[in-house]
């Protein structure tokens, strides 16, 4: 079975300053990873996702996540956080032989201008 | 391109009674998926439609939960009679198709409160 933590419930910044929010995961083959962010009231939103290839991966609004398989880690970051980034952020699990995308609990990100 | 419509946005009903929620996906996308989330946690998949055939439904309480995708493109999610626990959001989200490596496009949800 695939499952995903972030150990962070919320993570505080102040705007100007890098912002990174921690994943880890397990799953029994290889992964599939993604990134979604929840605003107030509004659906999910895609950010970014590891298929395969380089361990960097670049995504929308400046975000980029890292992708480490010996620490089995996926964490998000942005070097430079503004107030408009506060939201819920999602990290999800994709195994290559099942359907399901497996969601952590979030983390939710507030930066103080 | 229109993103994944839902209907309604919120609803409150009293235990026992029955919903319904709509999901119309992104146009041309085959894969529907109906998610519950509950506060404080990620979404959890309920079912997985690929056009009009059920994919993967194993986590949705049959008793009282269905969802049908007659005609592959529109769905429905109902609940029968509601329970107190079934107060969550409701996501419907869609993707192209179903392999692993698509990303999943998400409504806006239908924030249910059951009293």
Redesign the interface.
Known sequence: AQS?AQPEDQVNVAEGNPLTVKCTYSVSGNP?L?W?VQYP??????LL?Y?TGDNLVKGSYGFEAEFNKSQTSFHLKKPSALVSDSALY?C?V???D?????????TTVTVRA | EAGVAQSPRYKIIEKRQSVAFWCNPISGHATLYWYQQILGQGPKLLIQFQNNGVVDDSQLPKDRFSAERLKGVDSTLKIQPAKLEDSAVYLCASSFQTGPTYEQYFGPGTRLTVT
């Not at chain 1, 009231?41 to 895609?46: H, K, S």
């Not at chain 1, 359907?99 to 979030?106: E, Q, R, T, V, W």
């Open positions: 995903v599939y993604f979604y009231n509004r659906g999910l939103q895609f996702k298929i999602f999800a994709r195994d290559i099942d359907y399901k995308l497996s969601f952590g609990a979030g």
